[in-house]
């Protein structure tokens, strides 16, 4: 049986409504796919497993995104963190490959799978236009995933790209196989938000690799879930070594230095379920707006470029934390438990517990 995402417990997070979906690919042309990867039981060899980990890839339209480039930004909360593509963005203020998710170790083996495909699909790449920048965000999956064996190939990046749809899974899969979030097993979680129409109509939308927490923290709508279930078979590990990696898309026509402040609201999404940003955490936002396309070939010496003014931004600011904190909540909740290496197990959230506890602190 499916495990719920927090809505289906009753539990309403934020005002604004969401999408129909309730995800990320709520902002038309934007698809998720994942490739996961699970081979092998018992102790771990380094190199050779057991294998708990995998690739998430984020499509931010289906055309050719090196020649329609979208507008973008990023925002480092807490740097401990090892991104490829990043620098480029902050200068251009443009995506122009697939956003792929995956491990710490694995981020260069995806970074040139990434590149290969955009040599594929554009035969100018190094010969009559310059490089590419594949953009590639990581968390360390090592608690139950053989890291040191960089099982994410060539293939496994395509095979994500090749899935990406609309209604795609969250959880344990892709990247988020072998993610922990608050001592409970966690992994990818996706929400939305669309705003009234005297608000614009505009759709913002979430997608976060969930991978940092202490369990005393988790809180759901101020009920301290954390503390109430901090015996619940709790694993042992570095608790200040964890991440979080964020993804925001909207069709709100922005610029590069407005996406940068909506991607700034992610924090407080954060926040709200009980995230502190820990010595050892890597807490990256990136967003991306599909109102404007950027050509990489102009036609005009000029370009049209649309965007709101900034005394119009609030609702979107708003509307950007309530689906960073319900994609987290959703990366607990979709999560199933898992084995890994050297027999290590890990938890999901226990649903009926949590609804109780809920139900206690009058949330439902």
């Known amino acids: 049986m499916e495990r719920p995402r927090i809505r289906d417990l009753g539990v309403k997070i934020g005002f604004f409504p969401t999408g129909p ?59 401990f963190s090892k991104p490829v593509g990043l620098i480029q963005v902050e200068e251009l203020g443009v995506i122009e490959t697939p956003i792929a998710l995956t491990n710490t170790l694995n981020i260069g083996l995806v970074a040139d799978a990434i590149i290969e495909y955009s040599l594929i699909h554009n035969e100018d790449i190094g010969v009559t236009t310059g490089s590419v920048n594949p953009l590639v965000l990581e968390c360390n999956d090592s608690f139950l995933n053989d890291i040191r064996g960089r099982h994410v190939k060539r293939e496994h990046v395509f095979q994500a790209i090749e899935n990406s749809c609309e209604d795609f899974a969250e959880g344990a899969v892709g990247a988020g196989t072998g993610m922990i979030a608050f001592e409970f097993k966690a992994g990818i979680g996706s929400s939305s938000r669309r705003l009234p129409g005297k608000y614009g109509g505009y759709t913002i939308g979430a997608l976060v690799l969930s991978n940092f927490g202490r369990r005393e923290n988790l809180v759901i709508k101020n009920a301290p879930v954390g503390l109430e279930l901090k015996d619940y078979k709790r694993i042992f590990k570095p608790l200040d070594l964890g991440s979080i990696i964020v993804v925001l898309a909207t069709d709100a026509p922005l610029t590069y230095r407005q996406l940068k402040r909506v991607a700034k609201r992610a924090a407080h999404g954060i926040a709200r379920v009980g995230g502190c940003s820990l010595h050892g955490s890597g807490d990256v936002v990136v967003a991306f707006s599909t109102a404007n396309r950027i050509l990489h070939y102009p036609k005009k010496l000029e370009i049209e470029f649309k965007c709101i003014p900034d005394v119009k931004l609030s609702p979107l600011l708003h509307a950007t934390v309530e689906c960073v904190e319900e994609a987290i909540l959703n990366s607990i909740l979709r999560a199933e438990t898992m084995d890994g290496r050297d027999n290590r197990v890990v938890h999901a959230i226990p649903v009926d517990i949590l609804t109780s506890i809920l139900t206690k602190y009058n949330v439902i």
């Not at 709520?26 to 102790?43: A, F, R, S, W």
């Open 21 to 79: 979906r309730n995800n990320i690919a709520d902002v038309e042309g934007v698809t998720v796919g994942h490739c996961t990867l699970i081979k092998g039981k018992g102790k771990l060899v380094p190199g050779k497993g057991p294998v708990r980990t995998g690739v998430t890839v984020i499509l931010p339209h289906g055309g050719n995104v090196f020649k329609e480039k979208v507008v973008a930004a990023s925002y480092i909360i807490n740097g």
